[in-house]
Every structure is written in C-alpha cells, then in structure tokens.
C-alpha cells in the first residue's frame, strides 16, 4: 500500500539547537500532517498544511516550529530552537483529500531525543 | 480535557478469540471515526472508518458507531497472533482536518 517515509529514524540533539524532520509522503498527495506523542501519552495533532501554506495549528505547533515543502521535495518539520519538552515521537501523515472523511497515511515516525 | 476517551488500556484474548474495543468522543463536533492499527516500530494504519449509525463490517473487523452517545466500538472476530498491536481510536471533527486519538488499546492475542 501506500508508504509514508520518515527521515531519521532516531535524532539525538543538545537543547537549543535546531533540528529538521523529514517526511517523504505519498507520491499524488497533497494533504500533510505533523503529530506528536510524548511516550505513554496519545498522539496529538501538530498541524496540517496545504498548497505552500499552515491550515491549521494546534496549540502544541510553538513559535519555534514550522514547517514547509520546497518544490515539491520533503514535508519538513523544523524545531529552532529545541527544548526538552519537545523530545518524542513525531509522526509525519498525508492524504489525497481534504475532509473529515479522509484517511491519513502514518509514516513510522522518527524518535527526537533532546538532551 | 481528552476529547476523545478510549478504554480499556489493554487487552488480552486467546487466538481464535473476539476483541473488543470501546471509544467515546466527548465533543459533538468530532462525530467521523477511524480505527487505526499500529504495530511495534511502526506508523498508525487505517483499519476502518466509520461514518453512520449502526454497524460496519470489514472481513474479521466490525465497527459499530452510535451518534447519538458519540460511542464507537470495534470487534476483531478470530483474532489471530498478528493482531497484537496497539489499536488507536481517531475522531475527526467537521470544520477542520486533523485527527483528535484516543490513548490506544494495546491488544496481545495468546497463541
């Protein structure tokens, strides 16, 4: 089936330095998604983007986060700078349409670890 | 405050076994539901959606939604060793597109 790829697997960084989240998602959509689950805890939603621009953003989506898609190449979540309480798992997700009725397809998340 | 409340927090049942899972959203604008899957090392997979009252049926997997309580539930008949995984709830709201998860059930089919 279709797969989300997630690029690194695992990040190991010092606070307060920067640090980019890549996601490769599925190839015809358009539609993209951050989640982040602290360990033990459930998922909850980052932000969705569309068409070059943030839809929406929870709460959780800081000052020091954004995110972007340059040509067309990987969905990128950047943290700068990285704090402690921003070490989990985030999971990059994509669909082929907008709505409620939408699946998202999961990418295997990648571990941010902030020391 | 969770919208979106799942139960139990795990499970275990004999292979050949049913499965039960339950999830109550507590917000009446999240009223679509997912049911995603999630193995060890692995992202969520879509199992099933479910979108009207009463019941939904997918091979082994049944989804049952009442709107009215805003209560879902998922059956897995014959579970089988593969099944073991984490089982997420999602709730997707009507004006705008993301997912609220429940914590996830974490299901151990017994050989």
């Known amino acids: 089936g279709p797969k989300v790829l997630q690029i690194p697997s695992h990040q190991i960084i010092d606070m307060g330095q920067m640090v980019t989240l890549n996601c490769d998602p599925v190839?015809?959509?358009?539609?993209f998604y951050w989640y982040k689950q602290i360990l033990g805890q459930q998922m909850e939603f980052l932000v969705n983007?569309?068409?070059?621009?943030?839809?929406?953003k929870s709460k959780l989506f800081k000052d020091q986060f954004s995110v972007e898609r340059p040509d067309g190449s990987y969905f990128t979540l950047k943290i700068q700078p990285t704090a402690l309480e921003d070490s989990a798992v985030y999971f990059c997700?994509?669909?082929?349409?907008?709505?409620?009725?939408?699946?998202?397809?999961f990418g295997p998340g990648t571990r941010l670890t902030v020391l | 405050q969770q919208k979106v409340q799942q139960s139990p927090e795990s499970l275990s049942v004999p292979e050949g076994g049913m499965a039960s899972f339950n999830c109550t959203s507590s917000?009446?604008?999240?009223?679509y539901f997912w049911w995603y899957r999630q193995h060890s090392g692995e992202g969520p997979k879509a199992l099933m959606s479910i979108f009207s009252d009463g019941d939904k049926k997918e091979g082994r997997f049944t989804a049952h939604l009442n709107k009215a309580s805003l209560h879902v539930s998922l059956h897995i008949r014959d579970s089988q060793p593969s099944d073991s995984a984490l089982y997420f709830c999602?709730?997707?709201?009507?004006?705008?597109?993301?997912?609220?998860f429940g914590a996830g059930t974490r299901l151990k089919v017994i050989a």
């Open positions: 983007f569309y068409n070059g621009k943030v839809m929406e």
């Open positions: 917000d009446r604008n999240f009223q």
């Open positions: 999602a709730a997707s709201d009507t004006g705008n597109y993301k997912y609220v």
């Open positions: 190839s015809n959509h358009l539609y």
């Open positions: 997700a994509s669909s082929p349409h907008w709505g409620s009725y939408a699946e998202q397809f």
